[in-house]
C-alpha cells in the first residue's frame, strides 16, 4: 500500500467532461449527460468545494492543505471520496500533471474521453504516438482513415496509392479539391496531414501492390496495416494478408458497397485469415461470380456518397481503436454495416482453416478451384 506522502505526490482530476454544480441546498451534483450524473449529499457544501480543486494540475497534498483551511477532514476521509467517484469514471488520479500529459492542447480532448472511459489517456496518447501504421490505397476510405488515425495522435503512417485524383473521386474523397485534380492523391494527403499537423511522420509510396513482395516491400517495420485496396478485388486482399501473415502483422480489410460496408481483422497465429474466410465462403456460385467479374469489360461507377464513405471510415477505425487498446475480441467475425439501418451486424463467422493456404498447416488441397480463380504471386 502506498504511503501517505506517495498520496501527496498525485493529481486527482475531475475528469474535463464533468460540470460540478450545486443541486438545491443539500445535494452536489457531477456530470452532465443524462446517463452518468451522480448526487451527493452536501449539506455543508464541502464536497462541492473539493471537487472544485481537482484540476488534474494540483497534487494530493495541495488539494488536502487547501481544503484543511475551510473544512476538517483527515485524508483518508477524502482518499475514500475519490475512490467512488474513480469507480464512477468521474475522478482520474494521475501520477503526472494533466498539464503535462499532452505536449499539444489539441488532444486534450482526447485524454479527457479516454479517462471518462475509465482509460489510462496519458498511457494511451504514449501508446498512438509510437505505433507504425501503413494504409493500402489512399482514395475515400484510406485517405479518411488516414486523417482520422493522424487526429487520433498517430505519428507514424506510411500511404501506398500509384494513383492520380481524378475529378470523379472529389464526391468522397474530400481531403482533395479541384486544384489538385491529375496530382498524386498520397502527396496530396501528405499536403493535407502535415498542413494540419507537422509532427506527423508521414511517407508516401507510389508503388501499386501486385504482388506478395510488394506488399512485404510497403508493410516491412510496421506494426499495423490497413488494406484499403478495391483492385483487383479478392487478389489484392489475398496478396495483403500473405504479406502481413509473413511478418506477423496484425491487419484490417475494409471494402464497400451502395448499402453497406464491411470489415474483418486478422492477427497472425491467433485468428484466421482472408484465405481461411474466402475458402469457408468457396461454392460454385461464388467462383461464378468471380469468373463474371474477371471477364467482363463493364468499369462500374463507386455507388457511394460522402455522408456514407466518412460513415464507413470512422466506423473501421473506431472498431481498429477498440482492438488496439485490447477492449474487444474482434477476430474470426466478419463486420458488416449498414448504412440504411445505421446498424453493425457479426455478419458471417469465420476460423483459421487447417487446409488455408497461408496460415493452414495440412497438405489437403481443398479450394484449389478457388485459388486458381485468384491466384497470387
Known sequence: MATKSAFRQLYPMLNKDKLVYRFGNTVTRVGTDDNDVLSIR??????????????????????????????????????????????????????????????????????????????????????????????????????????????????????????????????????????????????????????RDSSVDLTISYRRIRTVQDALHETANCDWAFCALDEPPYISQRIVNRACYLQKIPSVYAFSSRDSAKLFFVHPGKSGCADCLLLQNNSDGFRKMIVGLQSSNFTPMTPTISPNMTLEASWIVRRWLDDFLNRKNLTNILFRFDFNRMEEDPFKKFKQMPECPTCGESTDKAGDDLWKLISIK
Open 42 to 195: 452536501d449539506p455543508t457544501s464541502k464536497w462541492y468545494y473539493l471537487l472544485t480543486l481537482l484540476d488534474g494540475n494540483k497534487t494530493l497534498g495541495q488539494i488536502y492543505d487547501l481544503f484543511n483551511k475551510s473544512y476538517d477532514t483527515t485524508l483518508h476521509d477524502i482518499l475514500a471520496v475519490l475512490a467512488k467517484l474513480e469507480k464512477e469514471n468521474a475522478v482520474t488520479v494521475l501520477k503526472h500533471s494533466f498539464a503535462s500529459l499532452s505536449a499539444h492542447p489539441r488532444f486534450n480532448s482526447d485524454l479527457t474521453y479516454y479517462f471518462s472511459e475509465g482509460l489510462n489517456g496519458g498511457d494511451i496518447l504514449k501508446k498512438m504516438s509510437t505505433v507504425k501504421i501503413a494504409v493500402l490505397g489512399a482514395g475515400g476510405g484510406g485517405s479518411q482513415i488516414v486523417l482520422q488515425l493522424a487526429n487520433m495522435g498517430v505519428k507514424h503512417i506510411h500511404v501506398v496509392d500509384p494513383d492520380n485524383i481524378d475529378e470523379s473521386n472529389l464526391n468522397r474523397q474530400f481531403l482533395f479539391t479541384k486544384g489538385q485534380v491529375g496530382q498524386k492523391k498520397v502527396d496530396a494527403l501528405s499536403k493535407f496531414i502535415n498542413d
